[in-house]
């Protein structure tokens, strides 16, 4: 049985301070939750979440990293950096850094491959626009990038990987696939896990969905079979709202 990881994406959100007390407020809310919760904060908040999520069960994450060790890349951070201060997971291949960051295929390959040269835990994002969608291309554009992502990993690092199934169309826009269209998404990209690592990697791998989760729609969208968890945008700035996603079964 896989688990249900939920993950909170704060973009370009939160001051220290504020993450502080985000993290002190959330804790107590889901210190028996059974689902493993991830932040995934701003560079700049990460030293100040790991600190504060001590002795709790949040587990920190950072939105990005480049896939060189170090260099002449100003204003980027590697994966190295990001393990000498025990960050755990990083996002990669997010819609937005795609849009606005010129983020390909390529570059998303060779960071999921740094990341576990680092130990760390990649959630790679993969989704259609709505124009891909309208033209009947969800499976074949989201089953792509998910394979260009994982190219030249080992059984061991696919299973280790989490994919983030996000339509870009309902990304901060308040529209959410239908349950069923999501768990038809994400059993396509199981599927082709399986084509290409076997049945048995495909079966354990996380594949969460993203676009507009809330704790109105977070249970019918947990409730079908190949959904295992959520990363989750706006709704996971506020605590008690994140919470209630984490807890969907109460």
């Not at 049985?1 to 107590?28: C, H, S, Y």
């Not at 990341?115 to 309208?134: N, S």
């Not at 990209?189 to 290409?196: D, S």
Request: net charge negative; proline share 2%.
């Amino acid at each position: 049985m896989r688990r249900k990881v939920i993950a909170g994406n704060w973009k370009m959100n939160m001051l220290p301070n504020e993450t502080i007390q985000f993290i002190e407020d959330l804790a107590p809310l889901v210190k028996d939750t059974e689902h493993e919760v991830i932040l995934c904060v701003p560079y700049t908040d990460l030293f100040y979440a790991l600190l504060t999520a001590q002795n709790t069960n949040i587990k920190i994450g950072a939105q990005n990293m480049h896939f060189a060790e170090s260099g002449a890349y100003t204003g980027e951070v590697s994966g190295k950096m990001l393990k000498s201060i025990n960050v755990e997971y990083v996002i990669i291949g997010h819609s937005e850094r795609r849009q606005y960051f010129n983020e390909t295929d390529e570059t998303v390959n060779k960071k999921v491959k740094a990341a576990f040269e680092y130990a760390l835990k990649p959630i790679v994002c993969v989704g259609e626009t709505l124009e891909q969608r309208e033209a009947g291309k969800v499976e074949e554009i989201i089953t792509n990038q998910t394979k260009l992502a994982l190219d030249g990993l080992t059984n061991e690092q696919v299973e280790n990987t989490i994919i983030a199934y996000e339509p870009i169309w309902a990304i901060g826009t308040g529209k959410t696939a239908t349950k069923e269209d999501a768990n038809d998404a994400v059993k396509a990209i199981r599927k082709k896990i399986a084509e290409i690592y076997g049945q048995n990697v495909a079966d354990g791998v996380i594949i969460q969905y993203g676009g507009s989760v809330k704790s109105s729609n977070a249970k019918e969208l947990f409730s079908m079979s190949d959904i295992d968890g959520a990363l989750v945008g706006g709704a996971s700035l506020k605590a008690d709202e994140f919470s209630k996603i984490v807890e969907f079964e109460k």
